[in-house]
């Protein structure tokens, strides 16, 4: 079992840490593709926001311009003096967010040269975007552009000069003058703050509230978002504490929304596919190599979890408690022998366990991994008389689907929320024998299954069904191979935003406590969203290290 890194660059983990260690805070920690401090709030600079932490490649530069922020900027002076006009709000974050990587020293080149490497990639996503295919797109680069030269003392590069040569000159005689005292006023926040404001004045002149879908769609295409939305925990909340329990984790649940549900599915996965199909998979899966035998499987777990149990009550005992079906016997007789019955206790687990499987799009390739390694877990755990309960989650099209093009008919409004249907697989329904209930795992076989993966309703789903399982110890195993992937939520909500859901829905169950939940992750390292997780290495057929990954969550 081991974490991946990405070639050639920091592994996420390693990201976080450098942030860490740069800003001064020690509880920033990284959550899916964001950056979070201790409290929970989001930490995410404007150009920040459209590199994700995971890139090996633009890592490094997410943890310096985020140490950067933390370091020299106050939340509280930002968010005083942020202007209330988008347009404005998004000058003065950019112009923020640069002015404290303005002050990286020089004699830390590759602090510089990973900042400049963050906001040329910003440009390039921008580009793509179409960005400057619009007068306001193209006034924002411009501003964007001026403000980074200006601070920075760095020439405007020469590709970009002729395009925004035109805009610059209309701006030159309002916003000449604040734009050249930026540089000097970088040490003095609040001072600074006002000059950018100015600036940010004439942007929203010149494109007018109330804001159009026009200017939302554009601000969200640049990633403009505040970088740390401190917010000061609600009373009884713990500083540091799981985002589950404060106040950004219960905002980020009561904010989560849901376009419609009209296409949302929940399907019992012995009804796909047809009968002569179904049972082709069912071979192939019986005749997979299985590298645990389901006995070794029982031992272990009825060893860990077994726990004395009243089995009956056993008469003809010579102490105890007066057998009242033996009365007449003694009365006849006079004797005592055999007329007390006592408790009979046997050592026996009292336990379940509920398997949440990923099947969006990526695990498609992991799909018979899987099945075998739920088999054969559920075969072993059969045999100890744990029942399992196998779950699976992925989506009813691609790209929104039908939902998605409802949204579009009913004009696109800002903050749809999810979009597209969810589709909830019962792939082993509660209470069933693994004998009768494992058919449906053959599901994990056909290919057109896999689609896109909301996980944050889907958890939440399987965690209810766990939490009525009969059983001391009930557990839940999330079995993925990343973060949520919903393309059309994406696209209008932020890449962070399913993200953030997840997360405040993992802390929210771990800190319930009626389940115990963990993680595995293939290929794939998932401790921003879950606090007990286990990697492991990708491989064709299903790996002695996968089954053990699966029993330490079990029984840990």
């Known amino acids: 079992m081991t974490a991946t890194t990405g070639a050639g660059g920091s592994s996420p983990d390693t990201t976080a840490a450098a942030a860490r260690a740069m800003s001064r805070v020690p509880r920033l920690v990284r959550r899916g ?68 990587e303005s002050l990286t020293p020089a004699t830390l080149p590759g602090t510089v040269r990973n900042l400049n490497g963050l906001f040329d990639a910003w440009l390039d996503t921008a580009h793509a975007a179409g960005a400057a295919d619009t007068e306001l797109g193209l006034h924002v680069l411009t501003v964007a552009v001026l403000l980074r030269s200006r601070l920075l003392a760095i020439p405007i590069p020469a590709a970009l000069e002729d395009e925004i040569e035109g805009t610059r000159f209309a701006l030159a005689g309002e916003i000449g003058a604040p734009l050249r005292s930026l540089r000097r006023l970088r040490h003095d926040q609040r001072a600074f703050a006002k000059r950018a404001r100015l600036i940010g004045a004439v942007l929203a002149a010149r494109f007018p509230a109330p804001p159009t879908k026009q200017t939302g769609d554009l601000v969200r295409q640049l990633g403009f978002v505040p970088l740390v939305q401190q917010q000061p925990p609600p009373a009884g909340d713990e500083p540091g504490g799981a985002a589950g329990e404060t106040g950004w984790g219960r905002q980020v649940l009561a904010d989560y929304r849901v376009f419609t549900t009209a296409y949302d599915r929940v399907t019992d996965a012995t009804t796909i596919g047809r ?137 696109a409004p800002e903050h749809p929320g999810r979009l597209g249907g969810v589709h909830h697989l019962v ?13 449906g795992l053959t599901a994990l076989l056909r290919p057109e299954l896999f689609a896109e993966g909301v996980d944050g309703e889907a958890l939440q789903w399987a965690a209810g069904v766990a939490a009525q399982q009969d059983a001391r110890r009930r557990t839940l195993v999330v079995i993925s191979d990343g973060g949520p992937m919903s393309t059309a939520t994406r696209d209008a909500e932020g890449s962070a935003y399913l993200d953030a859901h997840l997360t405040a829905v993992a802390d929210r169950i771990e800190q319930a406590g009626e389940v115990r939940l963990g993680a595995i992750g293939i290929g794939a390292d998932l401790s921003p969203f879950y606090r007990r997780t286990r990697v492991v290495d990708e491989d064709d057929d299903l790996p002695t290290g996968l089954v053990h990954a699966m029993l330490d969550l079990v029984l840990s």
């Open 33 to 100: 593709e964001v950056l979070v401090t201790g409290t929970g709030s989001p930490v995410s600079a404007a150009h920040v926001a459209t590199a994700p932490v995971t890139d090996p490649r633009l890592g490094p530069g997410v943890a310096d311009a985020v140490a950067a922020r933390l370091r020299h900027s106050s939340a509280q002076v930002h968010e005083e003096l942020l202007p209330a006009d988008p347009l404005a709000a998004v000058v003065v974050e950019l112009a923020e967010q640069l002015r404290c």
């Open 275 to 411: 009968a002569y199909q179904r049972a082709r998979w069912q071979a192939e899966l019986d005749r997979r190599p299985r590298p645990v035998a389901p006995q070794r499987i029982a031992r272990v777990v009825t060893g860990r979890l077994s726990a004395p149990t009243v089995d009956d009550w056993r008469g003809g005992a010579e102490e105890g408690l007066l057998d009242a079906g033996r009365l007449g016997g003694f009365i006849a007789s006079g004797s005592t022998e055999g007329i007390f019955r006592t408790r009979h206790t046997v050592a026996r687990p009292d336990a379940a366990v509920t398997l949440l499987l990923d099947c969006s799009g990526s695990m498609r390739t992991h799909g018979r991994v899987v099945a075998t390694l739920v088999d054969t877990i559920g075969r072993g755990l059969d045999l100890a008389g744990i029942p399992l309960t196998v779950l699976g989650f992925s989506t009813v099209d691609w790209h929104g689907g039908a939902a998605a093009r409802d949204w579009k008919l009913a004009g």
């Open 427 to 439: 792939l082993v329904p509660p209470g069933a024998s693994w004998a009768r209930g494992r058919s």
